[in-house]
C-alpha cells in the first residue's frame, strides 16, 4: 500500500449531501476525524448550524456540540482525502433510475480536484448512494475524469459502500449494522474498509467488487419488496375468503422456516425504488425481471385495492360515500418517521376523495395547520378512520383512535398492530389489512 495515501495520513473527511444517510454519517466520523459536511441546500446548512434537524432524526445537543464543520461551499472538497457522496438515487416516471443528482455531485467533485493541491495524496471518494451494479465505476467515475482532467485508479481512487440507514429505527444504527466496503482497487479497498472501520463498530465487510457491493444494496432491498408484495397478496386472497390474514401468518409462522412480514402500504425512497435500479441493469443485459416487477405492481397496487375495500365496508353499513367523512391518520411514508417523500398514505387519501363527502388527514410529523389539526383534542367524530401510518403516538393510544369512529362506523387498521379482539367493546365495523 502506498506511503501516501489517506489511510497512513488521515487529514479529514468530507461528506457530500446532509440528508437522512449523510448528516448521521457526517456526525459519526466526526467524532474520529476532522469532518466537514457539505450540502447545497443553504437553508439546509442554516438550520443545522442552529441545531435544527429538520428530518427530527437527530437531536439539537448532538448537532450543536459535535467537531462537525457544516457549509455549502463546495470548495471544501478541493483538498479533501476521503470524500463520501450520498445523494438521493430516485426513479423518473417512467420507474427508470434518475441519476441527475450523482451526476451532478460527481461533476462538481470533478470540477474542485483541478484546484487540489500539487503533491497532494491520491483522494478516495465513496459513494453510498443506491444504484445499480456498474454505475460507480462506468458512470460516476468518468464524469470525475472528465471534469478533473485525472485518471480514474490513479488521480483518485472509488469506493463503494452502501448506507444501510432504517429511517426511525434506533436499534440498527451506524454503530449496531455490519458496513458493506468495495473499492476499485486492493489499496482503495483498504483504505475504505478502515476509514470506516472506525465507525462502523459491529464491522465491515469487504465485497470482492465495487460491483458486487452496489448489488448487495439494491437486493436487500428487492427481497424485501418481494416478501411484502407476497404478504399482500395473501392477505388480500385471504380477506376474500373471509379469513383474518394475521391469523394464517401467525400460525404458519410457528414452522422454523416461515418468514413472517407485514402487509400494507410500501413507500418511501429505498425499497419502492431500488427495485427499478436491479431491472434497469437487468434490461442491459438482456433479461426481463419478471419477479421483481410483479411484485412491484402488486405493492403498487395496493392503494387503489384498499380503497376499493374501503368502500365495499362502507356499503356493508348500507350508507352512502357522498355522505361520508374520512379520517386518515398518519402521511409520511412510515411510521415516527418526518418524511413524507412517495407516501403511499397520501396517495390513499387523494383516491379516498374522490369517492367521499370528504377526507381529512392528520399526522403528527406535520407542520399544524387548518389541514392538519390534532383530531384527538377535538370533539368531531368520523365514519371512517383509517389507521394508515404506525406511529407510536398512535398505536399507543388504539382506543382513543377507536373513539374518534362514530357509532356504528368503520374503522381501518393497515399497520398490523391493532388487536381485533380489543375492538370488540366499540360500537364500529372493524377490519384490518
Known amino acids: 500500500m502506498r506511503e501516501d495515501l489517506f489511510v497512513k495520513a488521515p487529514s479529514d473527511v468530507t461528506v457530500v449531501g446532509l440528508g437522512y444517510v449523510g448528516l448521521p454519517l457526517a456526525l459519526a466520523f466526526a467524532e474520529e476525524l476532522p469532518t466537514t459536511g457539505f450540502d447545497i441546500d443553504v437553508s439546509r446548512v442554516e438550520q443545522l448550524l442552529a441545531g435544527d434537524d429538520r428530518n427530527r432524526e437527530i437531536d439539537s445537543g448532538l448537532i450543536t456540540s459535535s467537531n462537525l464543520t457544516l457549509t455549502s461551499d463546495d470548495s471544501c472538497v478541493t483538498d479533501a482525502d476521503f470524500i463520501v457522496v450520498t445523494v438521493p438515487t430516485p426513479v423518473t416516471e417512467y420507474n427508470r433510475p434518475d441519476l441527475s443528482l450523482l451526476e451532478s455531485a460527481s461533476a462538481m467533485i470533478g470540477r474542485r480536484l483541478c484546484g487540489r493541491k500539487a503533491g497532494s495524496s491520491v483522494p478516495v471518494i465513496v459513494y453510498e448512494s443506491t444504484t445499480y451494479p456498474g454505475c460507480t465505476e462506468e458512470f460516476c467515475g468518468p464524469i470525475i475524469e472528465r471534469e478533473s482532467g485525472l485518471i480514474s485508479g490513479e488521480g483518485f481512487l472509488l469506493g463503494y459502500s452502501p448506507e444501510r440507514t432504517n429511517f426511525g429505527d434506533i436499534d440498527h444504527t451506524l454503530e449496531t449494522v455490519v458496513k458493506v466496503v468495495s473499492g476499485q482497487t486492493d489499496e482503495a479497498a483498504h483504505i475504505v474498509s478502515e476509514v470506516y472501520a472506525r465507525i462502523a463498530k459491529a464491522g465491515v465487510h469487504m465485497a470482492p467488487n465495487i460491483k458486487t457491493a452496489e448489488a448487495s444494496k439494491v437486493m436487500e432491498n428487492v427481497q424485501r419488496d418481494l416478501n411484502i408484495a407476497l404478504f399482500n397478496e395473501s392477505a388480500i386472497i385471504f380477506d376474500r375468503m373471509g379469513l383474518d390474514s394475521s391469523n394464517v401468518f401467525d400460525a404458519a409462522g410457528t414452522k422454523w422456516n416461515f418468514h413472517q412480514y407485514q402487509p400494507g402500504l410500501v413507500g418511501g425512497h429505498c425499497i419502492p425504488v431500488d427495485p427499478y435500479y436491479l431491472t434497469y441493469a437487468a434490461e442491459q443485459v438482456g433479461y426481463d425481471a419478471n419477479v421483481i416487477l410483479a411484485g412491484r405492481n402488486v405493492n403498487e397496487g395496493m392503494v387503489e385495492r384498499i380503497s376499493e375495500r374501503i368502500l365495499g365496508l362502507v356499503d356493508s353499513r348500507g350508507k352512502s360515500p357522498s355522505d361520508i367523512d374520512v379520517l386518515v391518520l398518519g402521511q409520511t411514508f412510515k411510521g415516527d418517521v418526518a418524511d413524507f417523500r412517495n407516501s403511499k398514505a397520501v396517495r390513499l387519501a387523494d383516491s379516498l376523495t374522490e369517492s367521499f363527502k370528504s377526507v381529512i388527514t392528520y399526522d403528527p410529523f406535520g407542520e399544524e395547520s387548518d389541514s392538519n389539526r390534532d383530531p384527538f383534542e377535538g370533539t368531531a367524530r ?52
Open 382 to 433: 368520523y365514519s371512517v378512520v383509517v389507521l394508515a401510518v404506525g406511529h407510536s403516538e398512535f398505536i399507543g393510544s388504539v382506543d382513543a383512535v377507536a373513539r374518534l369512529v362514530v357509532s356504528g362506523g368503520v374503522m381501518v387498521d393497515l399497520t398490523g398492530s391493532v388487536d381485533s379482539s380489543r375492538m370488540v367493546d366499540f360500537d364500529l365495523l372493524f377490519w384490518k389489512l
